[in-house]
């Protein structure tokens, strides 16, 4: 084992390294086997299977063994192969074993597609090869006999079902080295249906006889090589069997692989880039294998030339000729894009041959760009011509500005796909939006959608969304970049000057809506008059918010809560209603509150009830929704508790609403926010307002930290209760409460990509309040902490709103100074350091 690492480290191949080992082993066991087997070890044969069949071992493998016996074997047989079994168990190996005769074997073979899969991996290690059946051999020949086809078919579905557990996409944050979509299991799937279809696995051979070309079989054989590579380093990293590629192993792998120290920048990115190239190679390659030998789709036909027509079934023995043809791929494109048709698996194979060998002045040509145009812009594409387009290579060579993003991580804590996969899955869900298969999802944006494409193509705007991240990876203002780079290839694919703006503007502003309508309060006129502003028009507000769905749909599985959406659609409506000068609902009734809550609040007397509504502050009259000045006015005539709190649930069961009444003054959000976390409740939001000289209404909207959209279950309601009249009545801090909770799990945190603390004061957004912005790793009590921070400043907290993407939390804070002022610049500029500061010790303090 020691000689493994320096071997990694000096470039050796997989298939070199496994190799060895796999010798290694052919050593040791064969010594065992015929120690024990004695004279019966010429009459067996001993078999490896799986992986060890394949000369694929790895430092932590399992040990794959078949003992094919005779038929006529006895008693003494089974004992001497038992003695052999168990001295192998002795040494401590991961063995996996069976016995079995030529009849067992056939017959499980017929039966259970992973047992007919094994056996064509079959290899002898030990025996007379000449008196033994090769266990091989027969299964290909009986598998051949009951249909090549279906077998492929059988292999195709059960690698289907287990990327789909393990993993389907090639490109994901923590891969699957071996099972998931990309892994080695790919790789063996093809060859499984090689040795099938043509009886070799040997992919020199398939392309010296045509079978496949010379760029996929160099393509899966470096792929092969490097995902070997990869397990290798994954298995001395973790010193037992890991085939997961963790966030927190891969700085280590990096290293074993020679791509330099850990923790160096761009040692883990220079390595993650390639294994992604890697892994995508090994996929593409097997689905366009697989689909290219199903019943449906097997070619009839071979010929040396090109003919640019889908229904034929022909391939082209030399796919250099669409070289000089290049014409004739894009007219396939064009063809399979009028006809709704997804382009047949030996063509694609073709184009994927040979799309790097493609001129460079294709990109430039004017049909071919008018070709790529329309495909973005088919919002039905029912054949995945655009992920087709990808995956050939054919999108990086006409639109070059694509190219550096393949393969490209981003490494955070909330994007799950390399920023090209994320892009294509972007711009496929704005066109299901756009068809309207997304009605149940949004109701609201769907027939936004709908009314979009009444006034505009969707050209445009499909554009934007598939290059919105295109500057990624190339500064720190990736929008600015990226509406550059996408105006060169608009004006490549013929758009017109208005449209190529209009797309610039789009990517410039993608970040506007997610950021305002999650840090911004939505409530207040001026969020939207600010946001307007900006943005200007009703027709790219319309846009933005389609995009801004489907980028936010796309980052990762859950991240587009029910609460986000809402969120974003709030935003669009609010902006819209001003920009067609409707009142916003805000401010529809704001006058009438005081009259509305005497109609409502009928059950306090009018003269009591005046006397409460008096002391409410404008802003809470203003601002704070109806229910919500119903429900506090109640708890305010409760004169006789020091402490009130309401529970109810939103109708669409996106939040549970808390308002907490007491007799204090303002400070003690801290240590309310403390209990709700101490529960296990994620605060969304967070109101503080100032009743008369000595009570305090605290409105807080929270979901269960499990689910980022859901109510509060019952059940907790007497624990906030109980534990907030503890901590407000004893004035004991929120401190206590929550580390019970913190010391209830001990396990380490899994390992995540580190968030940078980021601290903003805006001291523009908003004439009447300075707004702090904190970005921070979330964890139970962030807001707790910082509340108690600002109330140690002396500072007011108005409103507070929290997100979170992933692992990282964003704290937005509107505040006021002791006088009831926004801050100065002066004191804008030391609330920034001080908060810096003080958020900068707790973090050392909470890692010690």
Not at 362 to 377: C, F, K, P, T
Not at 485 to 503: L, Y
Request: glycine letters at 6%.
């Amino acid at each position: 084992m020691e000689a493994l690492e320096p071997a990694l480290r000096s470039g050796q191949s997989g298939p070199e390294l496994a190799g060895k080992l796999t010798a290694n082993w052919d050593r040791l066991i064969t010594t065992y086997y015929y120690d024990h087997l004695g004279v019966w070890a010429e009459r067996c044969g001993l078999f490896a299977l799986g992986g060890y069949g394949r000369q694929e071992m790895v430092p932590f493998s399992d040990v794959d063994l078949m003992v094919l016996i005779p038929s006529d074997g006895d008693q003494r047989l089974a004992e001497h192969v038992g003695d052999f079994i168990r001295s192998l168990w002795s040494l401590g190996l991961n063995l996996g074993h069976s016995v079995r005769t030529r009849e067992q074997c056939l017959e499980l073979a017929a039966e259970n597609t992973l047992v007919a899969s094994s056996l064509l991996d079959a290899r002898l290690v030990a025996g007379e090869a000449a008196s033994m059946p090769d266990p091989k051999v027969e299964t290909r020949d009986l598998l051949r006999r009951n249909g090549v086809e279906n077998f492929v078919e059988l292999i195709n579905k059960g690698l289907q079902q287990r990327r789909k557990k393990f993993g389907d996409s090639p490109s994901l944050l923590e891969p699957q080295v071996k099972l998931g979509r990309g892994g080695l299991r790919d790789v063996h799937a093809v060859n499984w249906s090689a040795e099938l279809l043509f009886g070799t696995t040997d992919w020199s051979e398939l392309e010296a006889s045509g079978v496949v070309w010379a760029t996929e079989a160099t393509r899966l054989a470096r792929a092969r090589s490097y995902l070997l590579r990869t397990r290798f380093a994954l298995h001395l990293h973790h010193n037992w069997k890991q085939d997961q590629l963790t966030y927190a192993s891969q700085d280590a792998v990096a290293s074993i692989l020679g791509y330099g120290e850990p923790h160096v920048p761009g040692t883990k990115t220079r390595f993650m880039q390639a294994y992604y190239l890697h892994a995508r190679a090994a996929a593409e390659i097997t689905d366009l294998w697989l689909d290219s030998w199903t019943t449906e789709h097997k070619p009839d036909v071979r010929s040396s030339r090109v003919d640019p027509t889908l229904d034929s079934r022909l391939t082209v023995d030399d796919p250099t000729a669409l070289i000089q043809e290049p014409t004739a791929v894009f007219e396939l494109i064009s063809q399979a894009q009028r006809r709704g048709k997804r382009l047949p698996p030996h063509i694609r194979r073709s184009i994927a041959a040979v799309s790097s060998a493609l001129p460079v002045s294709v990109a430039l040509d004017g049909h071919a760009n008018s070709v790529i145009r329309s495909v973005i812009a088919d919002v039905n594409d029912s054949g995945k011509l655009l992920w087709t387009l990808a995956d050939t290579g054919i999108l990086s060579k006409m639109v070059p500005e694509w190219r550096h993003l393949v393969g490209h991580a981003q490494h955070d804590t909330y994007h799950v796909f390399t920023t090209d996969e994320h892009l294509l899955t972007s711009c496929y869900r704005l066109k299901s939006l756009l068809k309207g298969d997304l009605a149940e999802r949004s109701p609201y944006l769907t027939e936004l959608a709908a009314k979009f494409l009444e006034r505009n193509k969707p050209d445009a705007l499909l554009l934007a969304c598939l290059l919105h991240d295109v500057g990624k990876g190339l500064g720190a203002d990736h929008s600015l970049i990226g509406s550059g780079m996408a105006a060169e290839a608009a004006h490549r694919m013929n758009f017109s000057a208005s449209e190529t703006q209009f797309i610039r503007r789009l990517i410039i502003e993608h970040l506007t809506m997610p950021k305002i309508s999650q840090r911004r309060d939505l409530s207040d006129p001026t969020t939207l008059s600010a946001f307007c502003r900006r943005i200007g028009r009703r027709s790219l507000i319309d846009a933005l918010v389609l995009l801004s769905f489907a980028d936010m749909d796309s980052v990762g599985p859950g991240h587009l809560t029910p609460w986000k959406l809402r969120l974003l659609e709030q935003l669009h409506r609010g902006a819209t209603q001003l920009l067609t000068e409707e009142s916003p609902a805000v401010e529809e009734h704001a006058s009438d509150r005081v009259e509305i809550l005497h109609t409502l609040v009928n059950d306090i007397p009018e003269t009591r009830l005046d006397c409460i509504i008096e002391n409410l502050p404008d802003r809470f009259l203003e601002t704070a929704e109806l229910q919500q000045l119903v429900r506090s006015t109640r708890l305010l005539d409760r004169q006789k508790a020091d402490l009130q709190v309401s529970f109810h649930h939103s109708p669409d069961g996106f939040f549970t609403e808390i308002i907490v009444v007491e007799n204090e003054r303002r400070g003690r959000l801290a240590d309310v926010a403390g209990v709700l976390s101490a529960a296990g409740l994620d605060i969304r939001e967070a109101r503080s307002f100032a009743v008369g000289s000595n009570r305090t209404i605290d409105l807080l909207k929270v979901c269960p930290i499990e689910r980022p959209s859901g109510v509060m279950p019952d059940r907790k309601r007497e624990i906030v209760a109980t534990n907030l009249a503890r901590v407000l009545g004893e004035h004991s801090g929120f401190e206590r409460v929550l580390s019970k909770r913190l010391e209830q799990s001990r396990l380490p945190p899994k390992a995540r990509p580190s968030v940078k603390l980021k601290v903003h004061v805006d001291n523009e957004f908003d004439p009447n309040f300075t707004i702090l912005e904190i970005k921070c790793q979330d964890r139970p009590g962030v807001l707790a902490y910082v509340a108690r921070l600002l109330s140690d400043l002396d500072l007011q907290i108005d409103r507070s709103i929290i997100s979170t993407e992933g692992d990282r939390a964003i704290e937005v804070f509107y505040l006021l100074d002791s006088q009831d002022q926004k801050l100065s610049e002066i004191g804008a500029s030391e609330l920034s350091r001080a908060v810096q500061r003080r958020m900068e010790d707790w973090n050392n303090n909470d890692q010690e």
